[in-house]
């Protein structure tokens, strides 16, 4: 016990107490005895809330997923949940997903609140995070609860939590309700639950949200367009499986095969390194597929789906993985142009994105005559917009991180709806003798030839964020001066709330919430932002890249020169 720090053994010497169960305090000796830098990591901070909610590996301690940690989050919550709804009958809503220990971490939740005279609708399985977006707001809840740890690893779990619009807590709510959560002390949280205020939940909100995605989904395509789209589909062993089937079955997509080996749920996901449709090798079994039996597109989504990868066959009739910027593109031009098809477009509409997304999608809000809202990362913002501006019309937004949202029927990314609309420009687009490639090809050649790659550097532990942390300390002190020989000419520094122009000197404020962002912006058009990921132990580095494309002749040697200026940028900033 001499090993450890005297501040972290008086945490240690918390768990050791009473209030805890004798399993935790069998585990921690154990630690204490055998591995004192595991004890140190599982108690060195309290887990926080980044992006996406809370994140983190489970076990035992302050920094990791437990039923103490959920516990004293809930427990929060539920306070604060009785304070800003007094005389109301409160009600939750909670969903979790396939990863390992969700399904018992969700009835500790549920049990918490129902412990604090809290109505509770419990999901009776894993079900999609989008759907829990939609339940709350149709059983008209005042907040939601969804265990997930999205993309990451097996050994993590998480707690996301939305608030009354059916959108995830952005402030002042999140650091009211952090500070309700640190008030507390563990034995202050009532595990005892009142079962009667329990209510599960299943098919009824299933059906209810498959009819409302199709609703939303769906651009009066062909049944013939629908029936000769080959779709190839994986949810990766995820909770998509519960959805997008029966979703697109429903909407008449009758040619669908999917995975097999990645269907079944399972906490471990054994066919991939990792479960995350970003990553081109957790497609490689639906590419397989595809290749084998001639699919037109691939899609795969990530565990609690609301993420999805989309595949497609390039102009030499080879499949690629679209980036996430590209579907955003895609998605988006078409959702605008069927408003415009439909006279719906009278300039009070906007479209959402994020501040390290393309700018293309400003290019294509300018093209339609509508506003393009750019906030933070995380879908929490985009959900704030519609709630900021409601005589405005939401169409859909995205970021480049694989999300997507049509409408403002959920108010989070949704892989459910957006795999519907992603077969319907697939659909649309042969039918009309042509490929979703070449429909993006072709908003290139109109609104410019945009570029993006993303960089991730994993740097794990304690001393893992030590070296983000002044990664990015070093990059406001010695900020670029030029990039690929490209003179800086603007700087945003989202956490100082500044945007310096290099060039006339002047400073400006920046109008949203701090962030911990650098954005460098060049003479030769380039952008390139860091940032540290709110939900992984990763540093990250978008660029953006732009060009004009004259004509689908000069598509190939066009790309070829963009990528590599960014390989030059990547190289002049040592990142590869």
């Keep these: 016990m001499k090993q450890l720090e005297p501040q972290l053994l008086e945490r240690v010497k918390t768990w050791l107490s009473p209030t805890f169960d004798e399993h935790t305090k069998e585990e921690i000796n154990q630690l204490l005895n055998s591995n004192p830098k595991e004890l140190e990591e599982s108690f060195y901070k309290n887990l926080e809330f980044g992006t996406g909610g809370m994140r983190g590996i489970m076990g035992i301690g302050t920094n990791r997923i437990n039923k103490y940690t959920l516990g004293k989050n809930t427990q929060g919550l539920s306070n604060y949940l009785h304070t800003q709804f007094p005389g109301d009958t409160v009600k939750v809503a909670i969903a979790y ?4 220990n969700s399904k018992s971490l969700a009835k500790v939740v549920a049990d918490v609140f129902s412990a604090n005279n809290i109505k509770v609708y419990l999901f009776e399985d894993l079900r999609p995070t989008p759907e829990l977006s939609f339940a709350l707001k149709h059983l008209n809840c005042h907040c939601g609860i969804v265990l ?8 993590y779990n998480g707690y996301k939590v939305y608030w009354q619009d059916g959108g995830q807590l952005v402030p002042p709510q999140d650091a009211e309700i952090i500070s309700e959560i640190n008030k507390l002390e563990y034995s202050e949280i009532k595990f005892a639950a009142n079962d009667e205020l329990i209510e599960y939940i299943g098919k009824g909100i299933d059906d209810t949200f498959i009819t409302a995605s199709i609703a939303n989904g769906s651009f ?21 499986i519960m959805a997008i089937p029966e979703t697109l079955k429903r909407a008449g997509y009758t040619n669908v095969q999917i995975v097999e080996e990645q269907r079944e749920p399972n906490g471990d996901f054994p066919t991939v390194v990792s479960p995350n449709p970003e990553e081109p090798e957790a497609l490689k079994m639906a590419m397989e597929l595809a290749e084998k039996n ?45 408003w415009k098809t439909s006279n719906k477009i009278d300039g009070n509409e906007f479209i959402g994105s994020t ?23 995380g879908f929490k913002w985009i959900a704030k917009m ?33 795999t519907l609309l992603a077969c319907e420009i697939a659909a649309q687009a042969k039918a009309n003798g042509k490929s979703m490639y070449e429909e993006l090809i072709q908003l290139y050649i109109e609104h410019g030839f945009y570029k993006e790659r993303l960089v991730s550097l994993t740097k794990k532990g304690i001393e893992g964020a030590q070296e983000i942390k002044q990664m990015m300390i070093d990059a406001r002190e010695n900020p670029l001066k030029e990039v690929n020989g490209s003179k800086v000419i603007k700087i945003e520094d989202y956490q100082l709330s500044i945007e310096k122009n290099l060039i006339t000197g002047n400073e400006s404020k920046i109008d949203i919430p701090k962030s911990n962002v650098l954005i460098y912006y060049t003479e030769d058009g380039s952008k390139i932002a860091l940032r540290p990921s709110g939900t992984e132990p990763k540093i990250k580095f978008y660029v953006s890249v732009n060009t004009k494309l004259d004509n689908v002749a ?3 040697q066009t790309e070829q020169q963009l990528d590599a200026k960014i390989d030059a940028i990547l190289k002049d900033m040592q990142l590869n």
């Design 97 to 100: 997903d396939c990863r390992h």
């Design 148 to 155: 997930t740890a999205s993309h990451n690893p097996p050994e």
């Design 220 to 240: 009066n395509t062909s049944k013939e367009a629908k029936e000769n789209l080959n779709i190839v589909f994986t949810s990766l062993h995820g909770t998509s």
């Design 294 to 338: 001639d699919g037109d597109i691939v899609i795969g989504t990530d565990p609690d789906c609301d993420r999805l990868g989309v595949v497609v066959r390039n102009l030499d009739g080879e499949l690629v993985i679209l980036n996430g910027n590209q579907t955003m593109i895609l998605m988006t031009d078409f959702l605008l142009k069927q």
């Design 355 to 377: 501040i390290v997304s393309t700018p293309m999608m400003s290019k294509l809000a300018e093209a339609y005559n509508v506003e393009c809202k750019i906030g933070l990362t």
């Design 386 to 418: 519609i709630e900021d501006f409601p005589n405005m019309d939401f169409i859909g937004g995205g970021e480049e991180s694989f999300g997507f949202m049509v409408g403002d029927f959920v108010r989070d990314k949704d892989a459910v709806t957006s």
């Design 554 to 556: 000069d598509f190939k």
